[in-house]
């Protein structure tokens, strides 16, 4: 395709009509096909259809005695906050475990510090509040932000992390009150935080003493080969500064078990648990505890989700090799596009030449396959370059998926002859 530059208008012509000649092939066989969707397939749901046996009225009083079909417990059972410390590598008394939903607990926690977080003024009450986007990123934490009305500004992510020399920039300003990190194969790019980058975050000096940094570990166990990506754990690296209080960790086991039916917790410094504690008596009486022993009836320490986690990376694993092997079949030295081979996690992200991603969208929806909205890995659906678009292969079947490379790779091709 380099080669547009160097043929004449009839070459081009022949080349553009047999591109969409392939293009409309894909669209005649009326394809249903949906590679938007980041969630589990149904074979990864059925790994976990112990749990529907875990538990019955024989065995849900809680290691403590703590019968789990009343109220109580709070904060969560010890054996739930023990599973998540081990798998976070912290400490259990700064655990709490919750409800079905980590994006909750993120919602309810902007909302503490909108509305009034211990020794701070509520960030609504502050003027021109802020918060820093790594983008491409997650659309809800975006959609969480927007919400409250704290104001988005953008910084690139990279294979390492956040452009840290821009967020040591941007922290200088009070205005900038947190931002929202996915530290573990970051959606959509699948890349893991490096040690340096850790630790520059760790040791930041936000002008703003209310800064809060929402360390989303959505992806903490989800490799696809045995060797994973290895994370800094956050909050050991910020105690040597005495920077905890400036970030909260969200996990769940959304997709490890049932996503929208597992559990999710919360790790905090001590001074932040207590004042999310006074919050929670407030909101809640107890989260759901049969649901936490069903979990950990069946799944009792880290090593355990990790046996799992390698049962969800043989279905998940030649998803992604597909996708990647296709991409490079089709689009390989072209310098068309470029993409990224993660490790772990539930994205390929896909860039394309500044400009043609909403093309490249539109033709694959006219040919019968959803993908993700351009613009939705940005604030305020934006994305400046018009150049990203996240690639989901959990959830279609291989074959499903190896048809949607095949179709995405012949509208880039399409768009990028239409372009010359
Ligand atoms: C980065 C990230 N955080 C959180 C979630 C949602 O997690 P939960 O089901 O625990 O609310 C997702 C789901 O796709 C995600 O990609």
């Known amino acids: 395709m380099a080669a547009f530059k160097s043929m004449d208008k009839e070459q081009l012509t022949a080349v553009r009509a047999a591109l969409m000649a392939e293009y409309e092939g894909y669209k005649a066989k009326k394809l249903s096909l949906n590679m938007a969707r980041g969630k589990p397939s149904s074979a990864q749901l059925d790994i976990s259809s112990d749990l529907f046996h875990s538990l019955d009225e024989t065995n849900c009083i809680s290691a403590d005695g703590t019968d789990c079909r009343n109220y109580g417990e709070m904060t969560g059972i010890d054996e739930a906050k023990a599973l998540f410390a081990d798998i976070l590598e912290v400490d259990p008394k700064n655990v709490i475990v919750c409800g079905n939903a980590s994006l909750t607990l993120m919602f309810d926690f902007l909302a503490q510090c909108m509305f009034d977080y211990g020794d701070h003024i509520a960030w609504s009450r502050q003027e021109d509040a802020k918060f820093i986007a790594v983008v491409p990123g997650y659309d809800r934490h975006f959609a969480i ?47 893991t935080y490096s040690d340096e980058t850790v630790e520059r975050l760790a040791a930041m000096e936000p002008a703003a003493k209310d800064f809060r940094v929402v360390w989303d570990n ?203």
């Not at 992390?161 to 959509?188: A, H, Q, R, T, W």
């Not at 993660?342 to 500044?354: T, V």
């Not at 939705?376 to 490379?405: F, Q, V």
């Open 218 to 420: 959505a992806y903490v166990v989800h490799d696809l080969y045995d060797e994973g990506d290895r994370l800094k754990e956050i909050f050991s690296a910020a105690k040597k500064y005495g920077h905890e209080d400036y970030f909260v960790e969200f996990a769940s086991t959304s997709k490890i078990t049932f996503s929208g039916a597992g559990i999710s917790c919360i790790v905090a410094s001590d001074h932040n648990i207590d004042l999310i504690r006074m919050r929670l008596q407030v909101q809640v009486i107890s989260y759901d505890k049969l649901n936490m022993l069903r979990h950990t009836n069946v799944l009792k320490s880290a090593a355990d989700v990790k046996e799992r986690m390698k049962k969800h990376a043989a279905i998940l694993r030649p998803k992604f090799e597909a996708v990647l092997a296709i991409l490079e079949e089709e689009l390989g030295g072209l310098g068309v596009a470029h993409w990224t081979k993660p490790r772990g996690g539930y994205f390929i992200s896909f860039y394309l030449e500044k400009g043609s991603a909403k093309r490249v969208y539109e033709l694959c929806s006219a040919a019968g396959m959803s993908i993700t909205k351009v613009g939705a890995t940005y604030p305020y659906g934006i994305d400046p370059d018009d150049s990203n678009i996240r690639i989901a292969p959990s959830y279609p079947s291989i074959d499903e998926i190896k048809t949607c490379a095949r179709l995405l790779c012949a509208a880039v091709k399409v768009a990028v002859s239409e372009a010359q």
């Open 145 to 191: 932000a927007s919400y409250f009305g704290l104001k988005l500004v953008n910084v690139p992510m990279t294979p390492t992390g956040p452009d840290m020399d821009l967020v040591e920039e941007l922290i200088k300003d009070p205005s900038v009150k947190g931002m929202f990190c996915v530290p573990k194969y970051s959606n959509p790019d699948g890349y």
